[in-house]
Each structure stands twice: as C-alpha cells, then as structure tokens.
C-alpha cells in the first residue's frame, strides 16, 4: 500500500501563494500517476492537477494558469505550487497516486489531506 503525506497547508490571503508537498512511502518513479484532489466545505471532491509517468498534466480549468503541479523523483515527492489564491480555493487538499498509466489522474490511494484557507 502506497503512502501519501501531505504538508504545507495553510491561511493565505487573496492574491498570495501557498506550495503543499506530497511524500510517497516509494518511489513515485514507479507511480503511474500522481495528483491533487480538493474538497470544499460541504461540496464533492475534485480533481485539481495531475501528472503522469511520460510528463502529461492535467488541470481542472479553474486553475489553469495558476496551479502548477511538479515532481521530484530523487525525493519521492509531487508539489502543487498555487499562486494568486482565490478563496474559492479554500478546501482539503489531497495528495493522490494512480496504478493506471492511461488515467493517470485517478486516485487509487489517497493521503490524509492538509487544509488550505484563503481569506478575501
């Protein structure tokens, strides 16, 4: 079983920037995917970015242009860098790992998940 632990959640306020971090127990080199899934208070999970074995990323569109969602294979670690926070942001975030190498952003394991809190 894969472990997912999030870090870097936080309060921002509007226009600011926060980076989570995810640390995979093994090796996210062997991971077909890896990505981020968000949940609002009271609305249902989302996916928010994620990357693939080959490099492909993927965005929901609310993000684009603001998310960026990286890899560190030496480090067994997947950011997701948020810039110009919205508080529409606001939610759980949480780190995911996919075993499928065509639908890299599905989450087959999950993390626990770190708030993040963007204030206006």
């Known amino acids: 079983q894969v472990q997912l632990v999030e870090s870097g959640g936080g309060s921002a306020q509007a226009g600011e920037s926060l980076k989570l971090a995810c640390a995979a127990s093994e090796s996210i080199a062997r991971i077909n995917g890896m990505g981020w899934y968000r949940q609002p208070p009271g609305k249902q999970r989302e996916l928010v970015a994620a990357v693939g074995n080959l490099g492909t990323t993927k965005y929901v569109d609310s993000v684009k242009g603001r998310f960026t969602i990286s890899r560190d294979n030496a480090k067994n670690t997947v950011y997701l860098q948020m810039n110009s926070l919205k508080p529409e942001d606001t939610a759980v975030y949480y780190c995911?790992?996919?075993?499928?190498?065509?639908?890299?952003?599905?989450?087959?394991?999950w993390g626990q998940g770190t708030q993040v809190t963007v204030s206006s």
């Open positions: 995911t790992a996919s075993s499928s190498r065509i639908m890299y952003w599905r989450g087959d394991y």
